[in-house]
């Protein structure tokens, strides 16, 4: 796996909103097609994977210790610092997790030679359950 394609399978598991990746980057300062939620951290830690696996393209291979490696600092400072958000820490955690499981796929599909079945998000109609919510209004 390379440093792109990590990029977009982090927006796929966080969601764009998250991880707005510029499918067409050609270098590490244009990763990003939007502004993250996280605009600071998510582009330091862009950038503290692309170091630790010494990147040179965005089309170098990253693995997971190196990885990790450089998540590991940005999320003791978020961790220790006084005033960290709860959702940056929930993101961090999120990103642990994902990291983990891509490098799991990875991994498989080039051991087995098989595509790795993807889940798909569950859609649940709203209209079933409309007529819970009344709303009153103060008139």
């Known amino acids: 796996m390379n440093f792109k394609e990590l990029l977009a399978q982090l927006e796929e598991r966080l969601g764009y909103h998250q991880f707005p990746v ?5 270098n590490i300062k244009d990763v990003f097609e939007g502004s993250p939620l996280h605009h600071d ?18 089309t170098d291979p990253v693995n997971l210790d190196k990885t990790l490696q450089a998540l590991a600092p940005i999320r ?15 993101v961090l955690d999120e990103l642990g997790a994902a990291f983990n499981k891509i490098f799991a796929e990875s991994t498989a599909f080039t051991k087995v030679g098989a595509p790795v079945i993807r889940r798909t998000a ?6 079933a359950y409309r007529h819970l919510r009344r709303l009153k209004s103060s008139a």
């Open 22 to 26: 510029n499918p067409a980057a050609t």
């Open 41 to 58: 951290m998510m582009i330091r830690l862009a950038r503290a994977i692309y170091v630790s696996n010494a990147c040179r393209r965005l």
């Open 76 to 90: 003791q400072e978020v961790l220790r610092a006084a005033r960290t958000d709860v959702d940056l820490y929930r």
């Open 122 to 127: 569950e859609i649940i109609p709203l209209s």
